[in-house]
Antibody, heavy 125, light 110 residues
């Protein structure tokens, strides 16, 4: 069974840093692109960042570019999101998501197939 | 990178069909055939129901169908069922390995 388990969320003050982790199991991790998507409880979804299977392609939402860094360790079946200089509007439930494909060169792109349960980040003083 | 525009809510009776629109720009929906749709029931994580505009993952009922014309993508639910009550979100690829979600639509079954 495919499983994605996020960790690292919590309460953080504005301007501080936080790193989220996602442990993947049940599939060949290094064959798929991965993403982070966030959601303020009761509100809509926002795509945050994505990384292709081999790290060749990496992208960020305008709202986080320059502050967040997505990375992956294929030897540890893990995805990460380093969050620096966090802001109050970064508050939300952060989902780790498996893509249906390895990147966008094979004819399929940004199909977010499997979602973790999320880890809650609260930015407040 | 503005959110794609969806109607706030749509409703229909059991057995009817409803269509949800998702309007973007010539830089996202209009340029790529990489539009996906997600169903999110209350308290649950989103579920992929359509990808690449009109493809259905295995296990998704064929009552769900997708299409695109110009800068607008659409999701149609045919033969509406009570279990279809949920929030629905579209998502489009938007160049430089970025994605953008729609504002979300609440579907009610009357």
């Amino acid at each position: 069974e495919v499983q994605l388990v996020e960790s690292g969320g919590g309460l953080v003050q504005p301007g501080r840093s936080l790193t989220l982790s996602c442990a993947a199991s049940g599939f060949t991790f290094d064959e798929y692109a991965m993403h982070w998507v966030r959601q303020i409880p009761g509100k809509g979804l926002e795509w945050v960042a994505g990384i292709s299977w081999n790290r060749r392609f990496i992208g960020y939402a305008d709202s986080v570019r320059g502050r967040f860094t997505i990375s992956r360790d294929n030897t540890k079946n893990s995805l990460y999101l380093s969050m620096k200089n966090v802001r109050v509007d970064d508050t939300g439930l952060y989902y780790c998501v498996k893509d249906i494909d390895y990147d966008c060169t094979g004819g399929t792109c940004f199909a977010l197939q499997v979602w973790g349960l999320g880890t809650l980040v609260t930015v407040s003083s | 990178q503005s959110a794609l525009t969806q109607p706030r809510s749509v409703s229909g009776s059991p057995g009817q069909s409803v269509t949800i629109s998702c309007t973007g720009t010539s830089d996202d929906v209009g340029l790529y055939f990489f539009v996906s749709w997600y169903q999110q029931r209350p308290g649950k994580v989103p579920q992929l129901i359509i990808y690449d505009v009109d493809k259905r993952p295995s296990g998704v009922p064929d009552r769900f169908s997708g299409s695109k014309s110009g800068n607008t993508a659409s999701l149609t639910i045919s033969g509406l069922q009570t279990e279809d009550e949920a929030d629905y979100y579209c998502c489009s690829y938007a160049a430089r390995y970025r994605g953008v979600f729609g504002t979300g639509t609440e579907v009610s079954v009357l």
